[in-house]
């Protein structure tokens, strides 16, 4: 089955820095990259996602990129600010309409003012 | 729109008792998920439904879980009986059917067994 590896597990970054995680898959058939940000105690909440067949997005201050070849992707955020504050997942899923995701293990991010 | 509707938020029991979750997801959402969020890990896949049939449930614990959606549209989630590794937030989420469609998640329930 799918892995994903999740690297920094912690980052602390100063307010107005920019912050990136990075994340690896094992299954060359995936084909869906999504970002969830989860606060203590609620809900993943989609940030940000991509598609195989495009090699990086933005919105706003938060952009992902993909390298299919290498299996990796990443997750930039600049002009970071407190309320960016949070564990940030990274996950992976392949298949035209069946989206279960595997996700990686997590990053807790710290935006010190 | 309405999102996706978990209850109860709470629960705490004793190993070797039952309990049960249910989730209500976004209205016209075909597929349905139920995931397990351990302390400082990623929700894992333990079932996915695609309206009121399995889809993969290849990493349910099926001696103690079971799921349903039986009528396509809600879900029960049931431990029975439970064991201490089983404290987690089970998260359930919806996503429309194909097209590449993004998963939304309830805000869960945290379980705690004692």
């Known amino acids: 089955g799918e892995n994903v590896e999740q690297h920094p597990s912690t980052l602390s970054v100063q307010e107005g820095d920019s912050a990136v995680i990075k994340c690896t898959y094992s299954?060359?058939?995936?084909?869906?990259f999504p970002w969830y940000k989860q606060e203590l105690g609620k809900r993943p909440q989609l940030i940000i996602d991509i598609r195989s067949n495009v090699g990086e997005k933005k919105d706003q201050r938060i952009a992902v990129t993909l390298n299919k070849t290498a299996k990796h992707f990443s997750l930039h955020i600049t002009e970071t600010q407190p309320e960016d504050s949070a564990v940030y997942f990274c996950a992976a899923s392949k298949g035209r309409g069946r989206r279960a995701l595997t996700f990686g293990s997590g990053t807790r991010l710290q935006v010190q003012p | 729109e309405a999102g996706v509707a978990q209850s109860p938020r709470y629960k705490i029991i004793e190993k070797r008792q039952s309990v049960a979750f249910w989730c209500n997801p976004i209205s016209g959402h075909a597929t349905l998920y139920w995931y397990q969020q351990i302390l400082g890990q990623g929700p894992k896949l333990l079932i996915q439904?695609?309206?009121?049939?399995?889809?993969?449930d290849s990493q349910l614990p099926k001696d103690r879980f079971s799921a349903e959606r039986l009528k396509g549209v809600d879900s029960t989630l049931k431990i029975q009986p439970a064991k201490l590794e089983d404290s987690a937030v089970y998260l359930c989420?919806?996503?429309?059917?194909?097209?590449?469609?993004?998963?939304?998640f309830g805000d869960g329930t945290r379980l705690s067994i004692l």
């Open positions: 299954d060359s058939a995936s084909n869906y």
């Open positions: 989420a919806s996503s429309l059917s194909g097209n590449d469609q993004p998963q939304h």
């Open positions: 439904f695609q309206n009121n049939g399995v889809v993969d």
